[in-house]
Protein backbone atom coordinates (compact mmCIF):
# COMPACT_ATOMS: atom_id res chain seq x y z
CA UNK A 1 0.00 0.00 0.00
CA UNK A 2 1.32 3.24 -0.69
CA UNK A 3 1.68 6.46 1.99
CA UNK A 4 -0.38 8.41 0.01
CA UNK A 5 -4.07 8.43 -2.12
CA UNK A 6 -4.31 7.60 -5.46
CA UNK A 7 -7.17 8.16 -8.12
CA UNK A 8 -8.42 4.67 -7.16
CA UNK A 9 -7.61 4.19 -3.05
CA UNK A 10 -7.03 5.92 -0.15
CA UNK A 11 -3.32 5.65 1.03
CA UNK A 12 -1.71 4.33 4.34
CA UNK A 13 -2.21 7.79 6.01
CA UNK A 14 -5.24 8.72 5.08
CA UNK A 15 -6.46 5.17 6.16
CA UNK A 16 -5.34 5.66 9.71
CA UNK A 17 -6.18 9.37 9.94
CA UNK A 18 -9.40 8.03 9.17
CA UNK A 19 -9.38 4.99 12.12
CA UNK A 20 -7.46 6.91 14.35
CA UNK A 21 -9.77 9.65 14.33
CA UNK A 22 -12.71 7.29 14.43
CA UNK A 23 -11.92 5.80 17.59
CA UNK A 24 -10.74 8.98 19.40
CA UNK A 25 -14.46 10.19 18.46
CA UNK A 26 -16.20 7.04 19.34
CA UNK A 27 -14.56 6.64 22.49
CA UNK A 28 -15.30 10.92 23.36
CA UNK A 29 -18.94 10.16 22.70
CA UNK A 30 -19.19 6.70 24.83
CA UNK A 31 -17.37 8.54 27.30
CA UNK A 32 -19.11 11.69 27.23
CA UNK A 33 -22.59 9.48 27.63
CA UNK A 34 -21.38 7.88 30.08
CA UNK A 35 -19.93 10.59 32.27
CA UNK A 36 -23.31 12.79 32.10
CA UNK A 37 -24.76 9.47 34.47
CA UNK A 38 -22.23 9.55 36.95
CA UNK A 39 -23.06 10.75 40.55
CA UNK A 40 -20.50 12.71 42.47
CA UNK A 41 -19.77 9.73 44.45
CA UNK A 42 -18.51 7.43 41.60
CA UNK A 43 -14.83 6.66 41.36
CA UNK A 44 -14.91 7.96 38.04
CA UNK A 45 -16.40 11.04 38.57
CA UNK A 46 -13.21 13.20 38.71
CA UNK A 47 -11.32 11.04 36.38
CA UNK A 48 -13.63 10.58 33.33
CA UNK A 49 -13.98 13.97 32.53
CA UNK A 50 -10.31 14.99 32.82
CA UNK A 51 -9.97 11.90 30.29
CA UNK A 52 -12.25 12.81 28.21
CA UNK A 53 -11.02 16.77 28.27
CA UNK A 54 -7.59 15.41 27.32
CA UNK A 55 -8.79 12.89 24.44
CA UNK A 56 -10.49 15.96 23.21
CA UNK A 57 -7.79 17.86 23.10
CA UNK A 58 -5.64 15.33 21.40
CA UNK A 59 -8.43 14.41 18.95
CA UNK A 60 -8.43 18.64 17.92
CA UNK A 61 -4.99 18.23 16.86
CA UNK A 62 -5.88 14.64 14.87
CA UNK A 63 -8.81 16.69 13.28
CA UNK A 64 -6.21 20.05 12.22
CA UNK A 65 -3.93 17.78 10.74
CA UNK A 66 -6.51 15.17 8.94
CA UNK A 67 -7.70 18.38 7.38
CA UNK A 68 -4.35 19.64 6.14
CA UNK A 69 -3.74 15.87 4.65
CA UNK A 70 -7.36 15.79 2.91
CA UNK A 71 -6.84 19.13 1.54
CA UNK A 72 -3.26 18.54 0.01
CA UNK A 73 -3.50 15.15 -1.39
CA UNK A 74 -6.29 14.16 -3.85
CA UNK A 75 -8.90 11.77 -2.77
CA UNK A 76 -9.84 8.70 -4.78
CA UNK A 77 -13.02 8.81 -6.47
CA UNK A 78 -15.86 7.47 -5.51
CA UNK A 79 -16.84 4.43 -7.50
CA UNK A 80 -21.00 4.41 -7.89
CA UNK A 81 -22.76 4.63 -10.93
CA UNK A 82 -25.61 6.21 -8.86
CA UNK A 83 -25.28 10.37 -8.63
CA UNK A 84 -27.37 10.46 -5.63
CA UNK A 85 -24.86 8.36 -3.80
CA UNK A 86 -22.09 10.29 -4.22
CA UNK A 87 -24.05 13.35 -3.60
CA UNK A 88 -24.87 11.66 -0.26
CA UNK A 89 -21.68 10.56 0.35
CA UNK A 90 -19.88 13.61 0.18
CA UNK A 91 -22.86 15.48 1.99
CA UNK A 92 -22.45 12.42 4.47
CA UNK A 93 -18.49 13.34 5.08
CA UNK A 94 -19.20 17.09 5.38
CA UNK A 95 -21.55 17.10 7.73
CA UNK A 96 -19.78 14.28 10.08
CA UNK A 97 -16.86 16.81 9.71
CA UNK A 98 -18.65 20.07 11.03
CA UNK A 99 -20.56 17.86 13.54
CA UNK A 100 -16.98 17.15 14.67
CA UNK A 101 -15.68 20.21 14.60
CA UNK A 102 -18.74 21.82 16.82
CA UNK A 103 -18.59 19.24 18.83
CA UNK A 104 -14.84 20.00 19.67
CA UNK A 105 -15.00 23.88 19.91
CA UNK A 106 -18.05 23.86 21.41
CA UNK A 107 -16.02 21.78 24.48
CA UNK A 108 -12.89 23.50 24.53
CA UNK A 109 -15.29 26.53 24.98
CA UNK A 110 -16.67 24.91 27.81
CA UNK A 111 -13.63 23.92 29.40
CA UNK A 112 -12.08 27.35 28.78
CA UNK A 113 -14.95 28.91 31.33
CA UNK A 114 -14.11 27.29 34.41
CA UNK A 115 -10.28 27.66 34.47
CA UNK A 116 -6.92 30.05 33.68
CA UNK A 117 -5.34 27.88 31.38
CA UNK A 118 -6.18 24.72 29.92
CA UNK A 119 -3.77 21.94 31.05
CA UNK A 120 -3.06 19.29 28.42
CA UNK A 121 -0.58 16.71 29.98
CA UNK A 122 2.36 19.24 30.21
CA UNK A 123 1.25 22.14 27.99
CA UNK A 124 -0.74 25.36 29.21
CA UNK A 125 -3.49 25.90 26.27
CA UNK A 126 -4.80 29.02 26.16
CA UNK A 127 -8.70 29.42 27.02
CA UNK A 128 -11.52 30.75 24.16
CA UNK A 129 -14.12 32.76 26.48
CA UNK A 130 -16.02 35.22 25.26
CA UNK A 131 -18.59 38.18 26.52
CA UNK A 132 -21.58 35.85 26.74
CA UNK A 133 -23.66 35.31 29.57
CA UNK A 134 -24.09 31.44 30.72
CA UNK A 135 -21.43 30.53 27.64
CA UNK A 136 -20.49 27.31 29.36
CA UNK A 137 -24.23 26.37 29.62
CA UNK A 138 -24.63 27.63 25.14
CA UNK A 139 -21.20 25.48 25.15
CA UNK A 140 -23.01 22.51 26.71
CA UNK A 141 -26.21 22.57 24.75
CA UNK A 142 -24.41 22.61 21.34
CA UNK A 143 -21.80 20.37 22.66
CA UNK A 144 -24.77 17.63 23.47
CA UNK A 145 -26.71 18.12 20.46
CA UNK A 146 -23.80 18.47 18.19
CA UNK A 147 -23.15 14.51 19.48
CA UNK A 148 -26.79 12.89 19.58
CA UNK A 149 -26.40 14.35 15.56
CA UNK A 150 -23.17 12.79 14.90
CA UNK A 151 -24.02 9.41 16.42
CA UNK A 152 -27.02 9.77 14.22
CA UNK A 153 -24.99 10.61 10.99
CA UNK A 154 -22.38 8.13 11.87
CA UNK A 155 -24.66 5.13 12.30
CA UNK A 156 -26.33 5.98 8.40
CA UNK A 157 -22.40 6.25 7.55
CA UNK A 158 -21.67 2.84 8.83
CA UNK A 159 -25.01 1.33 7.05
CA UNK A 160 -24.06 3.12 4.12
CA UNK A 161 -20.41 0.97 4.12
CA UNK A 162 -22.06 -2.61 5.08
CA UNK A 163 -24.66 -1.41 2.15
CA UNK A 164 -21.90 -1.35 -0.14
CA UNK A 165 -20.14 -3.98 1.09
CA UNK A 166 -22.93 -6.53 1.18
CA UNK A 167 -25.48 -5.61 -1.15
CA UNK A 168 -23.56 -3.83 -3.90
CA UNK A 169 -20.45 -6.10 -3.63
CA UNK A 170 -17.95 -2.98 -4.26
CA UNK A 171 -15.70 -4.52 -1.10
CA UNK A 172 -15.35 -1.01 0.37
CA UNK A 173 -14.82 -2.43 4.15
CA UNK A 174 -11.39 -3.63 2.34
CA UNK A 175 -10.91 -0.37 1.12
CA UNK A 176 -11.83 1.67 4.21
CA UNK A 177 -8.99 -0.42 5.83
CA UNK A 178 -6.61 -0.27 3.19
CA UNK A 179 -6.60 -3.74 2.22
Not at 45 to 54: L, R, V
Not at 73 to 94: S, V
Request: proline share 3%; hydrophobic share 50%; no cysteine.
Amino acid sequence: MRLTNTENRFGIISVLFHWVFALAVITLLGTGIYMVGLSYYSPWYHPMPKFHQQLGIATIIIFALRAMWHFIHKQPKIKTKKRWEKGAAKAAHHVMLLLSAGILISGYIMVSVEVEFIEWFQFQLPTLTFDIENQADLAGFWHKYLAYGLIGIISVHVLAALKHQFIDKDRILQKIFGL
